[in-house]
Nanobody, 125 residues
Framework: VQLQASGGGLVQAGGSLRLSCAASGRTFNSYTMGWFRQAPGKEREFVSAIKWSGGSSIYAASVKGRFTISKDTAKNLVFLQMNSLKPEDTAVYYC???????????????????WGQGTQVTVSS
């Protein structure tokens, strides 16, 4: 499995960005795709996850109502639409994948088997 995240950049507080994750190497019907982020000096934290088949999704409380996860199964893409961005959203964002359904472990980095390289999101105040 290969994951390629893109779409990061510099944005002012209140602005929006859309991250993309291109997935390849497998058929992902049974997979859960996740987004995590890691700020300098902090642990990697869960942002959102979506089931490839069916589309059920979960969000961290800190982003719920501002971020939306979605997918384009025909193009093997997963998106993270980020609105109303705050300086505390600044981090490297990673996409991840696991060959299991959404479970309580879906919010833990250790629950994922495959990781992309990360894309930097910087929100200025």
């Amino acid at each position: 499995v290969q994951l390629q995240a893109s779409g990061g950049g510099l944005v002012q507080a209140g602005g929006s960005l859309r991250l993309s994750c291109a997935a390849s190497g497998r058929t992902f019907n049974s997979y859960t795709m996740g987004w995590f982020r890691q700020a300098p000096g902090k642990e990697r934290e869960f942002v959102s996850a979506i089931k490839w088949s069916g589309g059920s999704s979960i969000y961290a409380a800190s982003v719920k109502g501002r971020f939306t996860i979605s997918k384009d199964t025909a193009k093997n893409l997963v998106f993270l639409q980020m609105n109303s961005l705050k300086p505390e959203d600044t981090a490297v964002y990673y996409c991840a994948a696991k060959n299991r359904a959404i479970t309580p472990t879906s919010t833990s980095p250790s629950g994922y088997d495959y990781w992309g390289q990360g894309t930097q999101v910087t929100v200025s105040s």
